[in-house]
């Protein structure tokens, strides 16, 4: 399709040659646009959709003659109230009137308790302590590799029973025969049990409570006695160094939880 310049005779095969050739031969750019509201061809660098400020101006901006106008309102029935009203189809499907959006509670918060809950997962499981059979509820994640326990007396019961001798992870092997505190010790300990009448010094439990005899404990550590020179391991084993501690109590003072003060003066 040929393309012809107004102003002389010559043909192009492009409009833009045409326009290349109008400005720069005849010094005036041809019109690229036509108005949106007066028709009128107009030249403009930018894609405008008015010739000028005054059509722009002109153009209403409501009801049908409106540039965005899409028809006229729908009509739907209100789901609270049942009442009709009107609303325009660019906008969401409406649901609610007017008078409902502003005093009714239309916005229902979601439940998202127990099995409504996107991560429920059953709730808690029934289960037994470990220990003493005692029947508890925990939720799946919180249940461990060894299960679960009613509290702690009945956790540190299964790990004293099941965390001792070769069983532990700190197990090096054992002693050769001979206990590892030497001779004398199997004496002192029955003697400081004896003293105390088999009963935490700490704490109270009895030997009967704990189902077996307490733990006899070394008020100054016998680590202290064998890293002095002039001294051996049974040094360590003198009745006032000893007390009779049940297995909870026994770990605090391991743990520094429990004064060699108030140690002492337990085992007085």
């Given amino acids: 399709m040929a393309h012809h310049c107004p102003t002389c005779t010559r043909s192009f095969g492009s409009r833009r040659g045409l326009a290349v050739h109008h400005a720069s031969a005849h010094d005036e750019k041809l019109p690229n646009n036509v108005c949106q509201w007066c028709d009128s061809d107009f030249y403009s660098p930018h894609q405008k959709r008015y010739c000028s400020d005054e059509c722009r101006r002109s153009v ?55 099995e409504h809950n996107g991560k429920w997962n059953g709730g808690k499981l029934k289960l037994e302590c470990e220990t003493c059979g005692v029947p508890v509820h925990r939720y799946p994640s919180n249940v461990g590799e060894h299960g679960v326990f009613c509290g702690t007396e009945c956790r540190s019961a299964w790990l004293s029973e099941h965390y001792t001798g070769e069983n532990h992870p700190h197990w090096r092997g054992g002693s050769s025969g001979t206990s590892a505190y030497g001779p004398g010790w199997a004496k002192m300990r029955r003697r400081a049990l004896e003293r105390d009448a088999y009963t935490c010094q700490h704490c109270g439990t009895t030997k009967e409570e704990l189902g077996r005899n307490p733990d006899v404990h070394h008020i100054i550590p016998v680590r202290a006695f064998v890293e002095m020179p002039v001294m051996m391991v049974e040094d360590a084993h003198y009745l006032e160094n000893l007390v009779s501690l049940c297995i909870p109590c026994h770990r605090k003072a391991e743990f520094g939880k429990i004064s060699q003060e108030e140690l002492e003066t337990a085992c007085v």
């Fill in 60 to 114: 209403p901006r409501s009801g049908k003659h409106a540039p965005n106008y899409q028809g006229v309102k729908e009509t739907a029935t209100c789901e609270i109230c049942a009442s009709e009203f009107d609303y325009y189809p660019s906008e969401k499907k409406g649901l609610y009137c007017s008078t409902c959006v502003e005093t009714e509670n239309w916005r229902n918060t979601p439940d998202l308790s127990g």
